[in-house]
Structure formats: structure tokens, C-alpha cells
């Protein structure tokens, strides 16, 4: 015969649960947490619990996602593009106004040189004089000042003013015979054009040997447009 089962052991393992649902903590009168109750729906079970997110909804968000980022990282980088070019210009514009001033001031300075120059040409440039006018012309150097004009180089319009000329069967090209005033610039830039006197060669110099033999192919010419006349 089976036993019968002793008074009260069912009875504790199948007693009634109790469960303390109030909001506030008697003890602490603090507000509770609502505790999660429901367990994560497993993968690919049917239905879903209330506000879960479908996958569909979690590719669409990455996907706005990647495309606000996209915006953004485009305009980081016109942004830069922009900051980089407005630098670029204002260090232009920086040493542009620093030329244009030191032009200015060196403008000013050019009546001075000239006169130390003529001094030097006449032997007058000597004690004082001479160590004020070498010190005024080395800080000028330093500042990128250049003089230039030679007797015997070529001509150029760009930075030769010719205020004389002549025919010379001593040159082959236009050249520059004698200096009047010296030329002055600043890299590529011509503060003062030289002020010469050029010449070119003379007329028939150049094809001189050319011209008779010109002038019988035209005689040639000329000869045989009578013979076909008559």
C-alpha cells in the first residue's frame, strides 16, 4: 500500500504567492521601477511582443542613418574647401599689400640713388658721402631693388624707354647704345623703366646680299611678261 502523503507538505509547496505590486516602497518611500516581466521573443517566433521593432524598420533607420552622415561629411568638407581657399586668399592679399608698400617706399628712394649714381660717375662720391650712399644702396639691395640697364644689350620695349635712336652697322639687332637713366624693379616687377638710346642696323646691311639677286629675278620677271606681250 502506498503511504499517504504527510499533512502539510503540499500544502507549503503549493501555498499561495504572494506579490508586493505597490508603487511605493513602504520602507524607503521611494517610487519603484516597473520590473520586466516579459521574457524577449526568440528569433523567428510567431507575433512579437507589443513595441518591438521589425527588422525592416531597423534597415530603414540605418539607412537614413548613413545618409545624414553622408550630408554631413559633405559639408565638413565644402566647409574646409572654403576655409582653404579664403586663407590662400588672404595670404595673397597679405603679401600683395606688402609689395605695393615696399614699391611705395623704394618709388620714393629712386631720385636719391639716382643722384648717388651720378656722383659716383663724376669722382664726387668719396668720404662720408660715399659710406652713407653704399649703405643706402645695400639696405635697397637687400629689399629686392635691382638696377638694371646695360650699353650693348638687346632692346626690350617691356623695360627699355628708348628716348633716342640711330642706324649702326655695328649692330645686328636693336640694341641699346647708351644708358640715360638706369632701370629699376623688384623680382619681375618694373618699378622704372630704363630711360636709352638704341639703334638698329642699317637698312640694307642686313640683306644686302639678298637684293641683287632679288632685284635680276624681277628684272627676269619683268622680261619675260614684255616677251610674251609681243
Same mark, same amino acid.
Given at each position: 500500500?502506498?503511504?499517504?502523503?504527510?499533512?502539510?507538505?503540499?500544502?507549503?509547496?503549493?501555498?499561495?504567492?504572494?506579490?508586493?505590486?505597490?508603487?511605493?516602497? +513602504?520602507?524607503?518611500?521611494?517610487?519603484?521601477?516597473?520590473?520586466?516581466?516579459?521574457?524577449?521573443?526568440?528569433?523567428?517566433?510567431?507575433?512579437?511582443?507589443?513595441?518591438?521593432?521589425?527588422?525592416?524598420?531597423?534597415?530603414?533607420?540605418?539607412?537614413?542613418?548613413?545618409?545624414?552622415?553622408?550630408?554631413?561629411?559633405?559639408?565638413?568638407?565644402?566647409?574646409?574647401?572654403?576655409?582653404?581657399?579664403?586663407?590662400?586668399?588672404?595670404?595673397?592679399?597679405?603679401?600683395?599689400?606688402?609689395?605695393?608698400?615696399?614699391?611705395?617706399?623704394?618709388?620714393?628712394?629712386? +631720385?636719391?640713388?639716382?643722384?648717388?649714381?651720378?656722383?659716383?660717375?663724376?669722382?664726387?662720391?668719396?668720404?662720408?658721402?660715399?659710406?652713407?650712399?653704399?649703405?643706402?644702396?645695400?639696405?635697397?639691395?637687400?629689399?629686392?631693388?635691382?638696377?638694371?640697364?646695360?650699353?650693348?644689350?638687346?632692346?626690350?620695349?617691356?623695360?627699355?624707354?628708348?628716348?633716342?635712336?640711330?642706324?649702326?652697322?655695328?649692330?645686328?639687332?636693336?640694341?641699346?647704345?647708351?644708358?640715360?637713366?638706369?632701370?629699376?624693379?623688384?623680382?619681375?616687377?618694373?618699378?622704372?623703366?630704363?630711360?636709352?638710346?638704341?639703334?638698329?642696323?642699317?637698312?640694307?646691311?642686313?640683306?644686302?646680299?639678298?637684293?641683287?639677286?632679288?632685284?635680276?629675278?624681277?628684272?627676269?620677271?619683268?622680261?619675260?611678261?614684255?616677251?610674251?606681250?609681243?
Amino acid at each position: 500500500m502506498t503511504n499517504p502523503p504527510k499533512t502539510g507538505e503540499g500544502e507549503e509547496r503549493e501555498g499561495p504567492v504572494i506579490r508586493d505590486k505597490r508603487r511605493i516602497d +513602504p520602507e524607503t518611500g521611494e517610487v519603484r521601477e516597473p520590473a520586466a516581466t516579459a521574457a524577449p521573443a526568440a528569433p523567428g517566433a510567431a507575433g512579437s511582443a507589443p513595441g518591438a521593432t521589425a527588422p525592416g524598420a531597423d534597415d530603414g533607420e540605418t539607412t537614413a542613418l548613413k545618409t545624414q552622415l553622408a550630408e554631413r561629411t559633405a559639408d565638413l568638407k565644402r566647409l574646409k574647401a572654403e576655409y582653404d581657399n579664403y586663407r590662400k586668399r588672404v595670404e595673397r592679399d597679405r603679401v600683395a599689400v606688402r609689395e605695393q608698400a615696399l614699391a611705395n617706399v623704394l618709388n620714393e628712394l629712386l +631720385p636719391v640713388l639716382d643722384d648717388i649714381g651720378r656722383a659716383r660717375d663724376h669722382d664726387e662720391l668719396v668720404g662720408g658721402f660715399k659710406s652713407v650712399g653704399e649703405a643706402l644702396e645695400a639696405v635697397t639691395g637687400k629689399l629686392g631693388l635691382q638696377r638694371y640697364g646695360e650699353k650693348g644689350e638687346p632692346f626690350d620695349p617691356t623695360v627699355h624707354e628708348a628716348l633716342m635712336h640711330a642706324y649702326s652697322p655695328e649692330v645686328t639687332e636693336t640694341s641699346v647704345t647708351d644708358v640715360l637713366q638706369p632701370g629699376y624693379r623688384i623680382g619681375e616687377r618694373v618699378l622704372r623703366a630704363a630711360r636709352v638710346a638704341v639703334a638698329e642696323p642699317e637698312p640694307g646691311a642686313a640683306t644686302g646680299g639678298a637684293e641683287p639677286g632679288a632685284a635680276g629675278s624681277a628684272d627676269d620677271q619683268n622680261g619675260g611678261q614684255a616677251g610674251g606681250d609681243a
